[in-house]
């Protein structure tokens, strides 16, 4: 399986050969800033098995957890693409409105819902969990 995305402007690109590990929308306070008000969706892939074209910016932030993350986002355009946990290198969340072909990022979980506004649309479809689901 190959999966391909890119950022708004075009200037950052990148190429997957890994199957995904798993699909989350989050709806964790900072999720709400880099969403513009609604959640994200990431999908987990192994991060050795992509290849990114272009150049990152890096937002660094330590989570409640502690963890060391890195919010890597388009320096031209601003758009949010990668997230890593510094304690978890052998995985890469990839931001699923990057993905060329979105319908792969169908999120099997719903997360951190404890954060999410009143108005928030979930889905009764899928499981939610309150805050932060076990490592995938
Ligand atoms: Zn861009
Ligand atoms: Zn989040």
């Known amino acids: 399986m190959i999966t391909t995305g890119q950022c708004l402007c075009g200037a950052v690109r990148y190429r997957i050969t890994a199957e995904p590990i798993t699909t989350r929308a989050c709806w ?11 959640n994200t969706v990431n ?8 290849t990114i074209e272009g150049t990152l910016a890096d937002y660094r932030s330590v989570a409640d957890s502690g963890n060391v993350m890195h ?7 601003g758009t949010a693409m990668f997230s890593e946990a510094e304690s978890r290198p052998h995985l890469i969340f990839v931001r699923a409105g990057t993905l060329d072909d979105r319908e792969i990022a169908r999120p099997a979980v719903i997360i951190w819902t404890s954060q999410a ?11 939610r969990i309150e805050g932060q689901p076990p490592p995938a």
Do not use: E, H, K, N
Request: proline letters at 11%.
């Open 71 to 77: 919010r890597r986002f388009c320096p031209t355009c």
């Open 117 to 127: 506004p009143s108005w928030a649309c979930l889905d009764d479809s899928i499981p």
């Open 28 to 38: 964790c306070r900072l999720c709400q800033y880099i969403g513009a008000g609604s």
């Open 43 to 50: 999908v987990g892939f192994p991060s050795s098995a992509i």
